[in-house]
């Protein structure tokens, strides 16, 4: 079956870094665009940032630019969030999808998805 295991959430002073890492089985990994999305306390699931299945696009969304970068390595079929100055806004549960083919930032495209890992930034 297909498996995104999302790992490297914690807690976080605001200013921080961290850095997400999700781990894909089951699938033909450098055929799928990735993605990752968030749930923050009392909010709906957003749109994070995306990226090719060959890596040569990215997507951010305005909240996070500049400050998260999107990274994958396809011989090792993982992604990686790299999230810098972090603030506590940030704070959520985030979430690993994968599609098959063209890169997308919607919600409803991802097929699968990771169960999440928490990201906690205090103030």
């Known amino acids: 079956q297909v498996q995104l295991v999302e790992s490297g959430g914690g807690l976080v002073q605001a200013g921080g870094s961290l850095r997400l890492s999700c781990a894909a089985s089951g699938l033909a990994f450098s055929t799928y665009s990735m993605g990752w999305f968030r749930r923050a306390p009392g909010n709906e699931r957003e749109f994070v940032v995306a990226?090719?299945?060959?890596?040569?696009?990215?997507y951010y969304a305005d909240s996070v630019k500049g400050r998260f970068t999107i990274s994958r390595d396809n011989a090792k079929n993982t992604v990686h969030l790299q999230m810098n100055s972090l603030k506590p806004e940030d704070t959520a549960v985030y979430y690993c999808?994968?599609?098959?083919?063209?890169?997308?930032?919607?919600?409803?495209?991802?097929?699968?998805w990771g169960q999440g890992t928490q990201v906690t930034v205090s103030s």
């Open positions: 999808a994968a599609k098959w083919g063209p890169v997308a930032t919607g919600l409803g495209e991802y097929n699968y």
């Open positions: 990226i090719s299945a060959r890596g040569g696009s990215t």
